[in-house]
């Protein structure tokens, strides 16, 4: 089968300083594919480039087998490619449907209202917000407002989600929350690249893991082979991490 996405020899300045350098990643259909590395190893830039809002000075992007290369962050996300950031970024003074209901209107295209109406209330729901949906979502815990950000992805109805580090800040019951949450979106049939910090989520729930350093890719393989390799138990994961 082939990938859903494939990232074909990337690279991305800024400036003089290069950000990714020939990154090559294909990610398979429907799969959890954990994407993991330091701070500035170039894991929000990928995203950054997949979804169009950076432009690659070489390389092309491939989403099931169309070149989407440059193509602008709105044409990406109507083709079913949606995302979430580092920061939450929920409108705090709409209720969480009505930030729900501005995702999947405007990130599906002319659709009538209809039908951004279901798909909110079916995005809301996946999350488990459901009763939840007339509070502002500024007035969420933490936990509440990440989901918002996953519902507000999930409202486009995507066929690949691009997760930017979901459970930074979270205690563990919460992480392990949002983790079946990831699980029940692959479950579904939804592709996932998960970008995260917290390896121990990474580790238990990917399918397959890529590893970034300096813009470039070191190691790719399953979590058991990525949780072994020394180069990444050296640079990463410390001397003493080892999944058995």
């Known amino acids: 089968m082939a990938p859903i996405l494939r990232c074909v020899d990337i690279s991305v300045r800024f400036g003089g300083v290069t950000a990714l350098r020939n990154l090559s990643i294909d990610v398979e ?3 959890i594919h954990g994407v993991i590395g330091p701070n500035g190893a170039g894991k929000t830039t990928l995203f950054n480039t997949i979804t169009g809002v950076v432009k690659p000075v070489s390389g092309k ?11 602008k962050p709105y044409e990406i996300c109507k083709l079913g490619i949606a995302r979430t950031h580092q920061l939450i970024r929920p409108f ?33 729901k996946a999350v488990g917000l459901n009763g939840f949906e007339d509070r502002p979502a500024g007035s969420l815990d933490v936990l509440g407002q990440k989901k918002v950000e ?12 691009l997760l930017d580090e979901p459970v930074a800040g979270l205690t563990q019951l919460e992480t392990d929350d949002i983790m079946r949450l990831v699980q029940s979106i692959k479950d579904e049939g939804v592709t996932v690249v998960l970008v995260e910090h917290v390896l121990k989520a990474v580790m238990s729930f990917s399918d397959r893991i890529s ?3 300096n813009g470039e890719k070191i190691y790719e393989g399953t979590p058991k082979e990525v949780g072994v390799a020394p180069q990444v138990v050296e640079a990463y994961l410390g001397e003493e991490y080892g999944v058995g």
Do not use: C, H
């Open 61 to 71: 992007i491939l989403f099931e087998g169309r070149d989407i290369t440059g193509m």
């Open 150 to 161: 996953i519902a507000r992805a999930l409202a486009a109805e995507p066929k690949l989600l």
């Open 211 to 213: 590893v970034l350093n």
């Open 92 to 124: 705090k003074n709409m209720s969480v449907l009505e930030n729900v209901l501005v995702a999947a209107y405007f990130g599906s295209g002319k659709i009538k209202v209809s039908e951004s109406r279901r798909r909110a209330d079916r995005a809301i």
């Open 29 to 31: 259909k429907g799969i």
